[in-house]
Structures are given as C-alpha cells and as structure tokens.
C-alpha cells in the first residue's frame, strides 16, 4: 500500500471493489449481467462469476491482497472470516494465483462451532457462505496484510439461516415486494421495487488500554462488575457536545480514514453525555449495506483504538450509575423512483399515501412490540432499558405534535384541520393541502420516534448488529402493507376504502402512541392502563419470537420459518445464560482473588495500627480505627458470602435443563445476586485506602483519557 497521505474525495472507497471499479474492469457484457444479478435478484451464471472473480482478484492483487475470505455475520453479532490464500500449486513445485468464480460464489466451513440453536445436527456440521453480490467486496487491510472481503450470507446444508444477514436480505425483498404494490395503488406505476434506507448513529466509551487491561471484568465482559460512583459524573452536563481532546481527536481521524477507504459515510463524530463517551454516525444507506457497514465501523473503531493506546468499549453499561451506549436505528423506506415513502411529501396525493404507511407501521409496531422489544436487546441493554437514560422497556411511538394532532382528528372526526395552516385535511379526497412538518420537535425519551422524513429506533444495544431489528422492522411492515394492499386491490371504491382503512387502523392502534415523557413513573402507569406490555427483561421478551402470531407473519413474508425461529429463540436464551455465567464467574473470581486479598491488607493494617496505639501506653482514641476496622471486616465477611452463595446458584442454575429454564434462572436469581455482591464492594471502595484497592477506579477509567 503506498503511504501517500489520505485525501478526500480521492481515496473514499479506495479499498472496495464497488461500481465504479467494477464498470471500470469488468467486460461491458459481464457488467451488465452481473448488474442485473444486483439490481434485480437474477440468477448469476457461473461464467459471469469466473469473470468478476478474476477481475477481482487481479483488483486485490495490486493491492497488495494475498488471501480472500468469504466474510459472514453469524449469529454471534458479530463478524466472522477465514482467510485462503490465492495460492495454487501449478505442479512442477512452483505456483500460480487463482480465484475461482465458485470460490467467489460459494464456500464450505465447518459450522459447528457458530451458534446455531439446535438447528444443525453434529452429524451435519457443514456450513455454506454464499456471495451477496448487493454488498460490494471489499479489502481489509493491517499490519498483518490485506485480504479480499466477500460479503457472504451463511446457511446450512439444508438451506436454514445460520446468521444474521440472510434473514435481513429475505425481509428486504419481502417489504420491496409488498410496498410496491402499496406505491402503485396510488398511481406510481414506475415503481417496481423499493429499498430500507439505514443510518445506525453508534455510541461509545474510550478509556485508556492500561486502565482496561488491569480489570478482568473489563477484559472478560466488556463492563466494570464492580465500581462506586466517584464524586462527579456527567451532572455538570459538561461533556454532551463538549471539546475534544485532542487525542480522541486523533483517534476519530484516523477512524474516519479508515471507514471512508471502506467506502463508509462517516459523517459526524461528537463527545456524548458520559464522560469518555463519544458518538459516530454516518449517512444512511441500504439496510444490507449499512449493516456490513456497521459491523466495520464497531471492528475499526476497537482496532484504531488500539493503535492509540485507548481502548473501546461498545458494551451497553460498562459503568454503573454512568449513561450507557445506545444505537439509534434510522429506518425509511424509499422507492425505486427515488420517493421517501415516510417522507409527508408535497402534493396532496402523496399525504394520503404518507398517513396509509405512518398507520400501517403504528399497527404493526403495536401488533409485534415485544418483539422488536427483543429485537434490540441482548444481555448488555437490560442495564439500559428502563433505567432513567435509556427509552423504558415500553415500545410507544412519537409522533410529534403536528401529526398526532391529525391522527386524533382523523380518529375523531373522519377529516382534520392541519393547526398550522388552519386548512381542512380530508382524508382519501385529492384535494389535501400541504403537511407541514415541524423538524424542530424532537422527544429523547422515546423508543420509537418519528423524525421528519424517518422512523428512529433507540432502544437498540449498542454492541448488536443492526441486522436484527431491520429484518424485524421490515417484515412486520411488510406483512401489514400486505394485508392492506390486498383489501385496497379488492375495493370498488378506492379512495373510500383508503379512508375507512386509516381511520380504521389508527382507531385501533392509537394506544401505542405516545408524545410525553417516556422517563416518568407516569407512563409506566398510564401504559398499563392502554394494555401495552412492559417486558422487563429479555428473557421475558423471547418467547415473542416464537408465538404464533410470529411464526405465522415470519413465514408468510418468507423471512424465517418456524424451525429457524425456534433456533433463534435457543440461541437467544443460550447467549443470555452464557452471557450472565461468565460475569458471574468473573465476578467471584475478582473478589477471591483480588479484593479479598486487597482488603485482608489494609485490615492488617488497621489491626497493626490499632495495637501500636495502644501498646504505646498513653490511652490514644483509636475507636475510629477499630470502627473502620469492624465495619471492613463485615463487608468483608458479607461479600465473601455473597461469592459462595452466587456460586452455589450457578452451580443449581446449571442443573436445570438448557435453554429457557436456564435463563430463567439466571436472570432471577444469579442476577439479582451480582447486584448485592456488587453492594458489598462497592462499599468497601470508598473506605478502603486509595493505595489498596487492587484495580483502577471509575474516577481513574473516566476522567484520565
Ligand atoms: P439526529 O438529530 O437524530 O442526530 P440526523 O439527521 O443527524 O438526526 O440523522 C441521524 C442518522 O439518520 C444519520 O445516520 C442519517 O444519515 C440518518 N438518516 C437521515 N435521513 C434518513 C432517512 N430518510 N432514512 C434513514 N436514515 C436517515
Ligand atoms: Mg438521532
């Protein structure tokens, strides 16, 4: 790789074998065909492969790439490769350098060791990567050396999903699918298939490699389990939007040099409310693509990190009483012809198309909200969903005042008077006036906000893929457009029927609506009082994913049939379980063989102190040393307990069948019980002696970088 300096706009994308390059190298037939393959779906022959496979290669090769590797999204969350050089033997003992159109198009692993939650049997251990040829190739440079990325989607032998990305491609042809036809209905003939658009804003801590490499919790959890609250946080309100050092500042640099030669629009970078919290999004795009391009941005930000001796944490709540990190999901749904279908649009005509699509989503985020609930959560967001930061485990939707005041007219009166423009709105009539959209009004507290021209989902986990919640997203909409548009096809009277539809609709599902304060005590209440579900933990949330309404909706947008989802629902329990276990674990080990021995120090110490003291003969005061003394040695005593109890429930927990019943246990029992050791040790922080306390603390960790 040369070591010229980086420019803009000269080496965006420098390392992706995108259209550009692909126009530029491929023979005009071969880019044609294989256009046809990414733009519509059809089938790619195996001549077209071997040609697009060599042109890539010859591509990686001048680069400086030695290996390919079919690059995959199993349903760990995060990304796996195994690398092939392009190597082969020509037969005489010397080689040649080859890439074949099948190895492009498909590889063969050993999947055995990826989750897969029961749905492939030992016996049948093999796993298929096949080319998304919708995602560009890419090449992954570092010190080590440079590969050829394919993105790839990863299923079994018998065809199931094993990874995240499958699902999110079957649930993007089904929303293209059916929000056509909802386009056409109202007269956009051109249309002929639609994509999501996704722009994932991601948070996250840098805090000093030294500090992460001397706690275990850090290293094995990605969280501090124990940490007493120093004396200043983020009440000052002085890092939100705040200065950046300059050594984040370089650090956001060099990330950003790295995801532009990716080809990924990294766009705004900023200190969030936490200290040594900071946020990046980029500009939206495609949801396939955003996700491929999500999973990059969290691996580059862990690997520049490194190289500026920071490390990065993505974890939900790596501290305690201290903001956690969040994902705000972006979502849209845009035409073919360029048309925002979220967008309120100009002409009367597109307003009523604009409140059928803003009903259909309302009712199908309250016909599936544990679901999506479930589909933004992993063991790290329970620290976040309900706690005072983060959006409540309740899935409401914002609206903002103009649209809501509409939707409750529409409700009310059949019709509604746009207040800003005092103007009569009147549904299924093509005679509407312009929607006024008033971009300023934004509520934070809500889980699911409208934002002008977009829907923004922030519960979702900070260190997830984003492919999850998208694949939901767009199938639970999907199946809802479907129903519509097949009664709208039916109806004599079309614009009639649109009118009674929205109206219909809204009536029914105006309960999920929600414009206050989604903090307060009072829309716990006043939830419970509309019936919407309030899923405290993701334990309780994962039976969703295999009810019947579900499996019935999932397998009739042909996004995941009712074994897959069952799969899902096992690895779902599987990684809480495991999650809980290994903190759990770290957590009596920290205490055994750190805190313990820290604190049996600083008591000798005091025991030393106080039998100087009195030795010395002149009757000095040393009740406060012996308070200090007794109150250690009780903790002490307490957390010590508090670790053998702890172990003893993982032990029992273990015994229960695997799966729900595990979990269930985990999280009911196991869970609770961190919290109280953590009482426990936390205490004994802020009264042990600075020089004895066995790892840095959180005023070391936030404030230092
Ligand atoms: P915020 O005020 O929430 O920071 P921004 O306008 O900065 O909102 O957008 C946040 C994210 O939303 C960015 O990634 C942006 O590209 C994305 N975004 C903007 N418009 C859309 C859209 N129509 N569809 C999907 N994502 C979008
Ligand atoms: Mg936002």
């Known amino acids: 790789m040369s070591e010229e300096k980086f420019a803009l706009p000269r080496d965006f994308a420098k390392n992706v074998f ?39 290669k010859a591509w990686a090769m001048e680069r400086g790439a030695t290996h390919f590797s079919h690059w995959f999204q199993p349903m760990t969350g995060i990304t796996a ?5 392009f190597l082969k033997p020509e037969g005489k003992g010397g080689i040649i350098m080859r890439f074949s159109g099948k190895e492009l198009i498909k590889g063969e692993s050993d999947a055995s060791s990826f989750p897969s939650g029961g749905l492939r049997a030992t016996f049948e251990a093999r796993g298929y990567t096949a080319w998304d040829c919708t995602s560009p190739a890419f090449l992954k440079e570092d010190t080590a050396g440079v590969t050829l990325c394919i993105p790839t989607a990863f299923c079994s032998y018998t065809g199931e999903a094993l990874d995240e990305k499958t699902p999110l491609l079957r649930s993007m042809e089904a929303i ?56 200043k946080t983020q009440e000052l309100d002085d890092h939100y939007y705040g200065n950046i050092p300059e050594r984040i500042e370089l650090f956001m640099k060099e990330l950003n040099e790295e995801c532009w030669k990716l080809g990924i629009y990294a766009k705004t ?7 040594a919290q ?18 990059l941005v969290m691996e580059t930000m862990k690997k520049v990190a490194k190289r500026h001796g920071l490390e990065c944490l993505l974890h939900e709540k790596p501290f305690a009483g201290v903001n956690g990190s969040g994902k705000h999901n972006n979502w849209s749904i845009v035409t073919d012809t360029g048309k925002n279908m979220l967008d309120p649009g100009k002409t009367p005509h597109e307003n009523v198309q604009f409140m059928l699509v803003l009903a259909a989503i309302i009712k199908a985020v309250d016909e599936n909200a544990v679901l999506l609930r479930l589909s933004a959560s992993n063991p790290g967001n329970e620290h976040r969903l309900g706690a005072d930061e983060a959006p409540p485990a309740i899935i409401s939707i914002f609206l903002g005042d103009q ?40 509520n934070r507290t809500s889980p699911f906000a409208f934002t002008g021209n977009k829907f923004e989902f922030r519960m979702v986990a900070s260190s997830m893929s984003i492919a999850g919640v998208n694949t939901v997203l767009n199938t639970i909409v999907a199946s809802v457009f479907r129903d519509m548009a097949d009664k709208l096809e039916k109806a004599e009277d079309f614009n009639q029927a649109v009118h009674d539809l929205i109206i219909d609709t809204l009536t029914e599902h105006r309960r999920i609506i929600f414009n206050g304060n989604g903090y307060s005590e009072e829309w716990v209440k006043e939830a419970a009082r509309r019936g919407l579900p309030n899923t405290k933990s993701m334990v309780e949330a994962i039976p969703s994913l295999i009810d019947d309404h579900t499996i019935e909706v999932f397998a009739k947008e ?27 674990k770290t957590m009596i080990d920290m205490v055994r063989r750190l805190f313990i021995p820290a604190v049996i120090k600083y008591q000798t110490v005091l025991a030393k102190a106080i039998n100087e003291m009195e030795s010395t003969g002149l009757e000095l005061e040393c009740s406060m040393q012996k308070d200090l003394l007794k109150k250690v040695s ?14 003893n429930m993982i032990i029992d927990a273990k015994k229960l069948p695997e799966g729900k019943e595990q979990a269930e246990a985990f999280n009911t029992k196991v869970a609770p019980a961190m919290t109280e050791l953590r009482e426990s040790i936390d205490s004994l922080e802020v009264i042990v002696g600075r020089d004895y306390w066995p790892v840095p603390t959180y005023s070391d960790i936030l404030f230092e970088v």
Do not use: W
């Open 403 to 442: 649209l809501e005041d509409l939707v409750e007219q529409i409700i009310e009166t059949g019709e509604a008077t746009s207040s800003k423009q005092g103007r009569k709105l009147d549904i299924g009539v093509h005679s509407l006036p312009n929607l006024f959209l008033d971009a300023t009004d934004r």
């Open 278 to 295: 900071h946020e990046m999004a980029p500009v939206f795009t495609t949801a396939n693509i955003a996700t491929d391009h999500n999973q």
């Open 81 to 85: 490769e195994k690398h092939d050089s």
């Open 634 to 647: 009780s903790l002490l005593a307490a957390a010590s307990n508090q670790a053998d109890e702890m172990e």
């Open 269 to 275: 970078q900023h200190n969030e409310v936490a200290p």
């Open 18 to 56: 995108n259209d550009e390059v692909m126009k530029d190298r491929l023979p005009s037939d071969v880019y044609k065909e294989l256009r046809k393959t990414i733009d519509n779906g059809e089938d790619l022959n195996e001549k077209i492969a071997r040609a697009v496979a060599h042109a890539m």
């Open 176 to 231: 293209s699918k059916q929000a056509t036809r909802i386009a056409r209905l109202f007269g956009d003939e051109d249309v002929t298939g639609v994509s999501c658009s996704v722009g994932p804003e991601q948070e996250y801590f840098l805090i000093d490699r030294e500090d992460y490499l001397k706690r275990e919790d850090l290293l094995f959890t990605g969280r501090t389990l124990f940490g007493a609250m120093p004396p």
């Open 558 to 584: 042909k996004v995941l049939n009712r074994t897959e989802l069952e799969s899902r629902a096992e690895i779902q329990y599987e990684k809480y379980t495991k999650t809980i276990n290994i903190e759990a």
